[in-house]
Nanobody, 116 residues
Framework: QVQLLESGGGLVQAGGSLRLSCAAS?????????MGWYRQVPGKQRELVAS???????SYADSVKGRFTISRDNAKNTVYLQMKDLKPEDTAVYYC?????????WGQGTQVTVSS
């Protein structure tokens, strides 16, 4: 059983920045694994924001390209999401995700609120 421990959410003004972190509770040994961030607002589907493979290939939703950067530290089993130029539309609960060849794991979610 793997726990994903999220941190870094909070309240920020439009145009500001936040960095989210997500650490897995134990080492990830699977050579095939993808870590990512999803977000969800009430009444809407959970949306994939960004993902990154073990070797560093990244993918981003069109709405965050140029503003968000995903990265990972394999030695620390941690994934980060650096968010800049935040907009009120970015307000959501953000969920960390880990997908391996065997299992999928989710964090508990962290609230990001962007005020105008």
């Amino acid at each position: 059983q793997v726990q994903l421990l999220e941190s870094g959410g909070g309240l920020v003004q439009a145009g500001g920045s936040l960095r989210l972190s997500c650490a897995a509770s134990r080492n990830i040994f699977s050579l095939m694994n993808i870590m990512g961030w999803y977000r969800q607002v009430p009444g809407k589907q959970r949306e994939l924001v960004a993902s990154i493979t073990r070797v560093g290939s990244t993918s981003y939703a069109d709405s965050v390209k140029g503003r968000f950067t995903i990265s990972r530290d394999n030695a620390k089993n941690t994934v980060y999401l650096q968010m800049k130029d935040l907009k009120p539309e970015d307000t959501a609960v953000y969920y960390c995700n880990l997908k391996t060849d065997l299992s999928t794991f989710w964090g508990q979610g962290t609230q990001v609120t962007v005020s105008s």
